[in-house]
């Protein structure tokens, strides 16, 4: 599925995407590397057991970077102008490797562009869901959406 355009997003709109992921250990140390974030937490299996969690914790900037990506297709792909922002990024629980995540988003509001006729903002909230029904990740983002009347008949019947 595409992404919807402005006029396709109503608040109260509640999206369960299909996609799901299995974090890897390889997964979090990659990231973890990558991003020159080496907390012993993320990294050290000995020192992790000695942790609150006893284990290592999934970077959680890797966990709001998938819960993002995840969303792309059912919401913005190829209907987005930019990202606007996040607000709000909560934590609520844990992830370790070999949890599953799902993303649930509900559309909480959206208004015309007060300087572009051809897109309007939409507020997303997303939440990543473990296999335990535990919200692991939670977060309010705006995305700059075409409107579909912006785009040229031909082009959205394709779509």
Do not use: W
């Amino acid at each position: 599925m595409a992404g919807l355009y402005f006029e396709e997003f109503e608040p109260g709109l509640v999206i369960e995407h299909p996609t799901r992921r299995t974090i890897t250990e390889a997964d979090n140390t990659l990231f973890s590397v990558m991003t020159l974030n080496l907390a012993p937490l993320h990294l050290d299996a000995e020192y992790s057991k000695n942790s609150i969690y006893g284990q290592r914790l999934v970077n959680s900037l890797f966990i709001l970077g998938l819960v993002s990506g995840i969303t792309v297709p059912e919401t913005t792909q190829g209907t987005t102008l930019g990202n606007l922002g996040y607000d709000n990024v909560r934590f609520p629980k844990p992830v370790f490797h070999g949890d599953t995540i799902r993303v649930r988003t509900e559309i909480i509001a959206k208004r015309e562009s007060k300087s572009r006729d051809d897109s309007g903002i939409v507020t997303f909230l997303h939440q990543g869901i473990n296999q335990r029904d535990e919200i692991v990740c939670e977060c309010t983002r705006a995305g700059l959406m075409l409107k579909r009347s912006a785009v040229p008949e031909a082009a959205t019947s394709a779509s």
